[in-house]
Nanobody, 120 residues
Framework: VRLVESGGGLVQAGGSLRLSCAAS????????MAWYRQAPGKQRELVAT???????NYADSVKGRFTISRDNAKNTVYLQMSSLKPEDTAVYYC???????????????WGPGTQVTVTS
């Protein structure tokens, strides 16, 4: 299983970015998908989650500014980020819970991370 993230970059405060994370490989089914972030010197924190049924949840710090969505046909999760602030600067990681073909267990996989830098 491989996760490929894209969409990070440098943006001014108030701007927008859209992150994508595509899962590929021997995937039977995908359960929850999520985005985390880790700023320098800080612990990794949960940003947003989306269940297989489309239920979403957000960290208080991003509510109203970020939107998580998924395309089940493409095994892809997105994070639309708007009204970005310098404090949103971090490496963003996707996390996917899935079952592989031939396996019963639900396992979590992480993407390699994509840098988001917001300048003031």
């Amino acid at each position: 299983v491989r996760l490929v993230e894209s969409g990070g970059g440098l943006v001014q405060a108030g701007g927008s970015l859209r992150l994508s994370c595509a899962a590929s490989g021997s995937i039977r089914s995908i359960s929850a998908m999520a985005w985390y972030r880790q700023a320098p010197g800080k612990q990794r924190e949960l940003v947003a989650t989306i269940t297989s049924g489309g239920t979403t949840n957000y960290a208080d710090s991003v509510k109203g500014r970020f939107t998580i969505s998924r395309d089940n046909a493409k095994n892809t999760v997105y994070l639309q980020m708007s009204s970005l602030k310098p404090e949103d600067t971090a490496v963003y990681y996707c996390k996917v819970e899935l079952r592989r073909w031939g396996a019963y267990a639900l396992n979590s996989y992480w993407g390699p991370g994509t840098q988001v830098t917001v300048t003031s």
